[in-house]
């Protein structure tokens, strides 16, 4: 049986453990002091609620990060200068120039590997394989509707209670947004270190009325010819600002971790 460590037990960690695959068990979760006491009556005594990973009583199989940001940020190096390998769902964080250089200085004392999943987009493996080939052109747009735009800095940008039409509010780098916008641009962010980098790709963030869908859309122009996707994310029930996907993507992680064949 392999053991699961997750970083963070919020709205997409409590949707993975619901579909963890046969042959997984969660063995830890990494909390904040705040919400120990409430995950571990939430997850049963079989499971050890922790505040650092150094407090850790075993070797896990699988690291999955499902923390946000902050979580990368307070746990992410301690993972890997173990020599524990780090799947993460918050990539937006590698944009923050001197966490991703302490990230990579602990994986290289540690001889461990940070996973990008692809989470809420799909076509990763499509851009990152377009990559290698020569691409001339990425960028993506996020649509998402008032609702998901709330608690983020949207609300200083558009009056999100009066909007009408969909409106771009945002125009940038990805490095810029997933800087500015930690809950909702980490698939900018994934985008971007698949193909063009952190500031070669042109992202917009829209908010619009009329979806209910969390709307993910990548155009690519390269030598291996052109590729458009557009994915409509069903958000998560507890946050909105979420998508289903994410969370199966996590789940596809331990599934894969588990499984013979790898796809
Ligand atoms: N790559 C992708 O496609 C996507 C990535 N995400 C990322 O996934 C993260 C998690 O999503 P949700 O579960 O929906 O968010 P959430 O806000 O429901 O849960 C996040 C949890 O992490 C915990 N946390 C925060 N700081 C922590 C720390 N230092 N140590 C341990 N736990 C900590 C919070 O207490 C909370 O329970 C988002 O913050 C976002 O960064 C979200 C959606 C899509
Ligand atoms: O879940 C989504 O639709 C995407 C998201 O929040 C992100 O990119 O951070």
Redesign the pocket.
Known sequence: MKRLMMIGFGAMAEEVLKLLPEGMVLGWVVATERSRDRIARQVGNQVQVITAVAACDGRPDLVLECAGQAGVRAHGAAVLQRGWDLMMISI?ALADRQLADQLYAAAAIGKARLHALP??IAGIDGLAAAREGGLHQVTYT?R?NPQSWRGSPAESMIDLATIKQPQVFFEGTARQAALT?P??????ATIALASLGLDGIRVQLVVDPFTTT?Q?QIEAYGRFGEMSIQLC?K?LDNNP???T??ALSVVRACRQSVSTLVI
Do not use: D, E, I, Q
């Not at 809950?183 to 900018?188: G, I, T």
């Open positions: 937006g989470g809420a996020c998402k916008f809950a909702n641009a980490n698939v900018a969390n993910h994310g958000p600002k979420t998508s996907l994410a």
